[in-house]
């Protein structure tokens, strides 16, 4: 099980356990912690974060809604991003300012 530290400029920080096979969004839903989804499939988007530490697995997604230079920056869809050791991570990204 790892610890994640979450991140939301708008809501505070908060800390939750994801196990070993569970995704962050639903270690989040379990937990309370609101991340925005709409298809849990990695086609959407809409649960778009940013890994600031930490290492993880990333299951597969649409290249259209999470380009390759997002990827390279840590940019990850919760629905589809596996935890491989405790991470930080930043939920609200409306004021943050990538390449897309």
Do not use: W
């Amino acid at each position: 099980m790892f610890k994640v530290q979450v991140i939301d400029s708008g809501e505070g920080n908060h800390e939750l356990l994801c196990h070993d096979h569970e995704s962050l969004l639903d270690a989040a839903n379990r937990k309370g912690i609101k991340i925005p989804y709409a298809c849990k499939g990695g086609g959407c988007g809409m649960c778009k974060i940013k890994v600031e530490e930490g290492e993880f697995e990333r299951g597969t997604s649409s290249k259209a809604v999470l380009p390759d230079e997002e990827r390279a920056v840590n940019y990850t869809l919760a629905c589809k991003t596996y935890p491989k050791t405790d991470m930080k991570i930043l939920i609200d990204l409306s004021k943050v300012t990538h390449s897309s």
